[in-house]
């Protein structure tokens, strides 16, 4: 199926980027407001979330019961989330219903009211998101391993911090969005069936008067690399790893992809059969490609008994480095087959290519196609992997355990130490 992928600038910088796909009944939206958690300020960490949760307690002529009705009307799947640089915005529905759909969301975007008397009960639902990551223990190690990694700018959780979430006000709310909420470095990406022209020009009177403001600065904190372990008394230890990665635009991303889909990619994947299946280790290990713009890092996840933790990291640091020794035909032949799966069940999808297409902008300030993707996969060779990995054997490893006991990183002979 022929994949064409159209976009438009409007004058005041907001991206309209849309693939059809005509063979569908159905459409989906993509918006990416760049107002993500790490514009924050330090003192009011949670505040892009929170930000998230109120303009959609009311915007436009709508209040937060009608706002919901007016979506459940258009039968729209809708969610939110605010992420590192962005608030996202998505929704699937009938194909004929998306130029209503992406009504209702300018007002969401650009005309927020912030009613007073819903600032609790969108500061409740803030601190269940942060009582969700509390209770997540898997996460929290995570999320720990990604600060130590990029930085406490780069690598916080949007969630924030009771405290400071409990601090948040509606002037503090109301800043944020003045300052970050704006059309340019806005993403719209659509996908489904649709008509360019009728969209194109619908997105245009929707939000082309919307005047530009100024790219906010920040400021980055720099990584604080090393082998941390939080204390928590639980029958179970997790473990997390993180080391050098490349960014999703570097032209070496897929040879990246491709050993980390043999080591973590599935069943027959060097971990899952190593560490879980032969050794009985634990429960659940996986490694993945995680990327910021101009940077990327491969994180990986055990979880597994007290008794067996320490076995476990050694076990996984065994097979990470034992990936810089090369990979095997069967492994990566395994390996494109599983991709191949995957990109002909999102060409299904409306709602998975449009967030993708929203990420591709975002990041390449372009589209990748299928096709294109497919070709890259197509052309990973063992050589071309096995040369990338000689250059980059994963090393310089970010160790953080949540469990009773700190672990020993055996490469080094140095422990874990209480974060």
């Not at 130029?99 to 912030?114: E, G, K, Q």
């Not at 997540?136 to 600060?147: S, T």
Request: charged residues 20%.
């Amino acid at each position: 199926m022929e994949q064409q992928i159209l976009h438009h600038t409007y004058d005041n910088g907001l991206t309209l980027v849309a693939q059809p796909m005509p063979w569908l009944e159905s459409a989906a939206f993509s918006i990416a407001v760049p107002g993500g958690c790490r514009f924050d300020p330090q003192q009011q960490l949670g505040v892009a979330n929170f930000v998230c949760e109120m303009v959609q307690r009311g915007c436009g002529a709508y209040n937060s019961r009608e706002y919901i009705e007016a979506l459940e009307s258009l039968g729209v799947d809708y969610s939110s989330s605010a992420s590192l640089y962005n608030t996202n915005f998505s929704g699937a529905m009938q194909a004929a219903q998306l130029n209503d759909a992406l009504a209702v969301y300018a007002d969401v975007i650009r005309r927020p009211t912030f009613p007073e008397d819903q600032l609790e009960d969108g500061r409740m639902v803030c601190f269940q998101d942060i009582a969700a990551l509390r209770d997540d223990l898997a996460q929290r190690a995570l999320q720990k391993v990604r600060m130590n990694f990029y930085g406490s700018t780069d690598g916080r959780s949007c969630e924030g911090l009771l405290e400071t979430v409990e601090s948040i006000t509606l002037d503090n709310i109301r800043q944020f969005y003045a300052t970050h909420y704006r059309p340019n470095g806005l993403i719209i990406a659509c996908a489904g069936k649709l008509d360019w022209a009728s969209l194109k020009s619908h997105v245009g009177r929707l939000f082309d008067d919307w005047e530009p403001k100024p790219e906010p600065a920040i400021e980055l904190v720099p990584a604080a690399h090393g082998i941390d372990h939080i204390a928590h008394d639980s029958e179970q230890t997790h473990i997390a790893i993180a080391f050098p990665g490349v960014a999703y635009s570097h032209e070496d991303y897929y040879l990246n992809r491709g050993a980390i889909g043999v080591l973590s990619g599935g069943m027959s994947s060097r971990l899952f059969t190593e560490v879980r299946e032969k050794r009985g280790l634990c429960y659940t290990v996986f490694a993945s490609c995680n990327t910021l713009k101009d940077k990327g890092a491969v994180l990986c996840y055990a979880g597994t008994t007290n008794e067996r933790a320490q076995e476990t990291l050694d076990v996984i640091i065994e097979e990470l480095q034992k990936l810089a020794g090369g990979i095997h035909e069967d492994e990566l032949r395994r390996l494109k087959v599983q991709i191949r799966s995957g990109m002909v069940m999102q060409q299904e999808s409306c709602r998975g290519r449009a967030g993708s297409i929203a990420g591709d902008w975002f990041h390449l300030g372009r589209v990748r196609t299928l096709d294109e993707v497919n070709e890259k996969i197509n052309g990973l060779t063992i050589e071309s992997i096995n040369e990338y990995l000689a250059d980059n054997p994963p090393c310089d490893f970010d160790i953080v355990t949540l469990g009773p006991q700190p672990l020993e990183f055996k490469a080094n002979g140095i422990s874990a130490t209480p974060a």
